[in-house]
């Protein structure tokens, strides 16, 4: 069901892939509320992935950019903004990748090459996005810009690997970004920190499935969907929530605040009994 809550509002979209993708969510949703977007994402994924199909189902437009190459951020936010016919109100940062995850290399025994990509590609992106919006005047007053975090920023969790140094950075632009961003412009700057969720980028995490149901069973509300963080992500786009920014929102049905579930004793007694 949709309620008109973007009607009227412009934005942009980085990072959807395929329908498995968080931010193609996001896409139709935003879409259902009445806003007009652009997509964006580097060549080589709109090559493997399926932008098109969500392009022409939404009726946007496709801009082709490097997130981590400031030319290509620029062009991408300006010819947003042309397209459009104006300034945006909202931006949705949905990029991250790590190549030591990729190559399976561990904490321990990072490629420090890999570890500034992961750091430019999943955390410094946004800082440049926000960078050049400032500097080109490019988000509407009381505008919203969303980033996807998640909990291995605050928590240890094996196989996340530099990632989670990636997401902590990206909390930290959020709040500093944010301070000067709310202070100037009145513009809101938050993170959501969204359950694990089988994304094609999250399917690349060792023990993905275990995890997804270990906090499954931690959590009173279960695991939060793709399709509930697209809904999460309109209230943060809308006019209702105005007064939120420099936070880290924790989406993930209670899962943060939860230290052991009686499904998880349950499930973690079973093993004792196998082995007796």
């Known amino acids: 069901m949709a309620y008109g809550l973007l009607k009227g509002k412009r934005g942009i979209i980085f990072g959807a892939l395929n329908e498995l993708s968080i931010a193609w969510k996001v896409a139709e949703k935003t879409h259902e509320e009445g806003a007009k977007f652009t997509l964006t994402n580097t060549r080589v994924a709109l090559r493997l992935g399926s932008l098109n199909e969500l392009a022409e ?61 992961t750091l430019d590609i999943s955390a410094l992106s946004f800082h440049k996005l926000l960078q050049l919006a400032r500097k080109h005047d490019a988000i509407s007053e009381w505008g919203s810009v969303v980033a996807l975090s998640y909990v291995a920023a605050q928590r240890t969790l094996a196989g996340y690997n530099d990632m989670a140094d990636a997401k902590s950075l990206l909390e930290s632009i959020v709040r500093s970004f944010g301070y000067i961003y709310g202070r100037d412009k009145k513009i809101r700057v938050n993170t959501i920190s969204q359950s694990p969720t089988m994304t094609t980028a999250g399917s690349g995490v060792k023990g993905i499935g275990t995890l997804i149901d270990f906090t499954e069973r931690m959590s009173p509300l279960g695991n939060a969907t793709a399709e509930d963080c697209a809904d999460y992500c309109v209230t943060l786009f809308s006019d209702l929530t105005r007064k939120v920014t420099m936070q880290n929102l924790f989406h993930d049905g209670g899962f943060s605040s939860m230290a052991m579930s009686m499904k998880a004793i349950e499930q973690y007694s079973k093993s004792f009994d196998e082995c007796d």
């Open 57 to 117: 189902k939404t009726g946007s437009k496709i801009i082709e950019g490097d997130a981590t190459n400031l030319k290509d951020m620029e062009n991408i936010i300006l010819r947003s903004m042309e397209v459009l016919g104006g300034k945006v109100d909202f931006i949705l940062h949905s990029i991250g990748m790590s190549p030591n995850v990729r190559k399976g290399l561990p904490y321990d025994n990072l490629n420090y090459d890999y570890f500034l990509k």
